[in-house]
């Protein structure tokens, strides 16, 4: 072999050893490279696997619809967001109102989102913008820390909801039930008609909490500026007639009268019902002008609103607050989110989530709801948002259901609603000055009024009244204390609740009667004893899966049984059948009751077991097999 070396590489021992150390080094590199390749191999097969062309059109659905649009969807979406335009624009200078932000906010608000919408959404029907629950919400944060907060807060809100969707961590807001959502919305809807009252009816108090405005409207009912008032009024008093013009066609009054049967008519009542909001602003900033024109203005107005469309930057990440007249306090953005706290930040993705995905399942129509990739659209308009100084966005169930009405044919119509939003804000924004408070109030209260939903309680009344407990909760807390911590509360509630039922079973006694227990034993190796003992069976059926938080129930109700037997000598068998799972703490209370009931001369047996059961009580629990048989009608066989 040297020899065979030495002639290959030359004669000398050195030369040979240095040329095998060369060889070991070109076959170690010759594997490296190999197991490079390798590795570089599986990671493009994995990555084939996972990015494939139905997972980009998932997380870009506009691709699904864009090749097919034609003429006779963008007329359809044009109209339908036209009339969602007209609903807009009133609403969300209102909702900017409910969360004490200047009216150019709730504009800037109800467009950014929409337009991402075009891209990342997937149900036609939604309409994304401020809403009153959000609005609501921010209220407190915006007495604090300003319009910046609000942008922070659409900012962070937008982050955590494109990692939740990432993540597909969407399951979270499954732990928030539908009693603690009721509660909640019901609190939400009452809160923002207080917070509308001073203007509805033209009084000026510090006061922005449901016990804080009341308090303050009755300690200031002599202020009442009865001009804002009775407009006011009279305004819900439209809206609400207006709402249900599109639905006076099928009264019986109207249904004979042949000429209001027509097709036209009845486009131009739902047009009407459509725009009731945008019809009642435009009469009254007329309305108030003309008054102001002429010296006879009583009226409160809304005053100047910043025109222009708003300015492409960064979220304010660094804010300064005048502490005194000599004094400037500069926060950065550690600081602003510790002012917010972690209950705000955590709770706003939430929150919008709930109601995003809550619409979003309304208008499936049957089909499954990609509750992932809307979470992922709605973070991605919130971050987008806060880029042009929004507000935090969701969906809107008023909105939504005036653009499913409409006719709408894709997400299209998104791009004439935000821009009709954005001509109003670059034109009409001076003439928004003689928009009377009691107006916009009067635009708010109409649209949130209808969510209270109080037809929760008869059918939970009679179907689940323990259900009733957490939703009371939550409305008295969010109405009294505020909203985070009622919902906070509610859910918790709910959580534990549902803890403390679902993990208390219930034994249900089955039959008790006399059998024959026919016992084997062995004296020796060639011989076996059999013997027969009367005794008295006990059938005991548990109802669902053991857990440590109930089975201290079960050891109960077997003791009671013996208790009120009375008997010696009790044949005491456990039906498993309905106990699919048993977890560590159950396994060792069943051991010390197989053994404690042994000592008592009573015998404790486990029938219909399944196989993983009877392997953890076996083998875990060092439980003997005999205490698991088959039993015929009226014999056991130990």
């Given amino acids: 072999m040297h020899d065979r070396e030495a002639k290959m590489y030359g004669a000398g021992s050195e030369l040979s050893i240095v040329s095998r150390s060369t060889m070991s080094t070109w076959i170690s590199d010759s594997h490296f490279v190999e ?132 993540l597909n961590l969407g399951f979270i807001v499954d732990l928030i039930s539908a009693p603690v959502i009721s509660g909640f919305c019901s609190a939400a809807a009452l809160t923002a008609i207080a917070t509308q009252m001073k203007g509805l009816l033209g009084l000026k108090f510090q006061g922005s909490n449901f016990l804080g405005v009341w308090r303050g409207v009755f300690e200031n009912l002599s202020d009442i500026n009865y001009y804002d008032a009775g407009l006011g009024f009279l305004t819900i008093f439209l809206l609400l007639i207006m709402r249900k013009l599109n639905c006076m066609m099928n009264l019986e009054v109207f249904r004979d009268q042949a000429c209001l049967q027509n097709r036209w008519i009845s486009r131009v009542l739902w047009f009407l019902s459509s725009s009731r909001n945008a019809s009642v602003l435009i009469f009254s900033c007329l309305a108030a002008y003309l008054l102001e024109v002429n010296g006879l203005n009583q009226l409160t107005l809304s005053g100047d609103i910043e025109p222009g469309l708003p300015t492409f930057r960064l979220p304010p990440f660094q804010i300064e607050r005048q502490v005194d007249d000599d004094e400037t306090q500069i926060l950065n953005f550690s600081d602003i989110c510790a002012e917010i706290g972690a209950m705000g930040i955590a ?55 005036v653009q499913a009405s409409s006719g709408v044919r894709t997400p299209m119509v998104n791009v004439f609603s935000s821009g009709v939003i954005l001509l109003a804000l670059g034109l009409l924004m001076p003439a928004f000055y003689y928009l009377p408070k009691a107006v916009l109030a009067a635009v708010v209260i109409s649209s949130v009024m209808f969510l209270v939903e109080y037809e929760e309680i008869k059918p939970m009344w009679k179907s689940r009244r323990i259900e009733l407990l957490p939703l009371v909760l939550t409305f008295f807390s969010c109405l009294l204390v505020n909203m985070e911590f009622g919902i906070i509360l509610g859910a918790g509630f709910h959580l534990l609740l549902l803890l403390h039922m679902g993990n208390k079973p219930k034994i249900s006694v089955g039959e008790i009667q006399a059998i024959n ?6 004296a020796d190796s060639t011989m076996v004893n059999t013997s027969t003992i009367e005794a008295k069976r006990i059938r005991l059926i548990c109802d669902r899966s053991l857990h440590f938080p109930g089975i201290e129930a079960f050891r109960h109700r077997i003791n009671e049984v013996i208790d009120d037997e009375g008997c010696e000598k009790l044949i005491i068998i456990a039906d498993m059948e309905r106990v699919l799972e048993v977890d560590y703490t159950s396994l060792k209370v069943l051991k010390c009751m197989h053994a404690d009931l042994q000592k008592r001369e009573h015998t404790l047996i486990f029938d219909k077991a399944n196989e993983v059961l009877q392997q953890h009580l076996t083998t875990a629990m060092d439980i003997p097999v005999s205490a698991f048989i088959q039993i015929t009608r009226h014999n056991i066989t130990v």
């Fill in 35 to 166: 197991e490079i390749h390798k590795k570089r191999r599986r990671v493009c097969k994995r990555w084939r696997k996972t990015c494939t062309r139905d997972l980009l059109y998932r997380r870009l659905p506009f691709l699904s619809w864009i090749t097919k649009y034609d003429f006779s969807k963008l007329l359809s979406d044009a109209n339908a967001g036209m009339a969602v335009s007209l609903t807009a624009i009133p609403q969300t200078i209102g909702y900017a109102a409910v969360a004490g932000l200047p009216a150019q906010i709730g504009l800037y608000s109800a467009f950014m989102g929409p337009l991402m919408y075009i891209f990342f959404g997937t149900v036609r029907e939604i309409s994304v913008g401020p809403n009153s629950v959000l609005a609501l919400m921010i209220n407190s944060y915006v007495s604090e820390g300003g319009v910046a907060y609000a942008v922070i807060l659409a900012f962070l809100t937008g982050i955590i909801q494109l990692i939740i969707g990432l």
């Fill in 347 to 401: 709770l706003f993705p939430l929150v919008s989530i709930l109601e995003q995905v809550a619409i979003a399942k309304t208008y499936s129509h049957g089909k499954s709801t990609d509750a992932t990739q809307e979470i992922i659209s709605l973070g991605i308009g919130n971050i987008a948002g806060s880029f042009v100084g929004a507000m935090p966005i969701s969906a809107s169930f008023g909105r939504s259901a």
């Fill in 517 to 522: 227990v026919i016992k084997t034993t062995s």
